[in-house]
């Protein structure tokens, strides 16, 4: 389903099927010379059916078609390894274009999510059927890297970056001060939250999440251009929602650890989840490895600020109220 947003400015609704998300938002800009391409989809015949109708709907040649591509999310950056040509440009950050070339990248994500307190009869399926797993980009991809302030200029269009770590490690946004266009990816959704997930000891993703949050909360913001659901304008209420709901969640599970010691898995089975099952052990399993991630990314964020601690317990991390 293709929308004109703006003059030249048009959306391309990609569905992913059987999944929560339904469907990704990729945006198309036209121009005299090449056109932007704003996120693909996944690597799946679905997807690339969608772009392949909404594109020649837009009359877009791809062999004149650059794309830029938010975050590293297979449902973002998969079809663009079969859509882009000899002669395109895909724009991209670096940390997430070193997790796309890291070794070992889903073992260490087990190995992780397992001393987290993940069954390990459920790992490798729950790896399988992950969709960055079984829809992501195919083969090597040459990007042309950018960072924080560099610029897009397109058609009428001139786009500044403007780096948004959280929702990956990489996460990039893009700002039009003239038209006050921001085209969120990820960071900013309207009708649901964006996943903050950890699955490495590294990060403190949630902090970042809320840091970068703070960081856009200024810009003079008109029409938000997310990467799920339907455009919309209350920016900075929106972004005053955001931070309220992960307070929440932080308090959620400072109420949950009030029972005792727990590993994420335990403590991610006690949260509320805006799905359709009613109890933890019906939930499939990609949608316990999400939830997991999301859990482990609190815990952090209250590790650090100080609220719990952790420490191993028969091989398994657990945390504690300090």
Known sequence: MTEEILPNLYKIEVPLPHNPLRAVNSYIIKADGKSLIIDTGMNR????RAMSSGLKEL????????????????????????????????????P???????????????????????PENELQRAVQSHPGHKYGSKGHLDFYILKEGDVISIGDYLFKCIETPGHTPGHMCLYEPNQKIFISGDHILN????????????????????????????????????????VFNNFKERIQQLKYHHQERANEVLSILEKGSQNAFQVASQMSWDVDYEFWELFPVPQKWFAIGEAIAHLKYLEE????????QKQKIVFSLK
Do not use: M
């Open 45 to 48: 015949g679905e997807c690339l």
């Open 59 to 94: 009359d877009v040649d791809l062999s004149r078609a650059d794309f830029f591509i938010t975050h590293v999310h297979a449902n973002h950056l998969g079809l663009v390894s079969t859509l882009a040509t000899d002669t395109s440009t895909i724009y991209f950050n670096q």
């Open 96 to 118: 997430d274009a070193d997790i796309i070339n890291s070794k070992n990248l889903w073992e260490k994500a087990s190995s992780f999510a397992y001393i987290n307190g993940f």
């Open 191 to 230: 009708d649901i939250t964006p996943n903050i997930s950890l699955f490495s000891s590294e990060e403190n993703p949630l902090k970042e999440y809320l840091t970068s949050l703070d960081k856009v909360y200024h810009l003079d913001v008109r029409l938000v251009l997310p990467g799920h659901r339907g």
């Open 305 to 312: 600020a100080g609220k719990i601690r952790r420490e191993i």
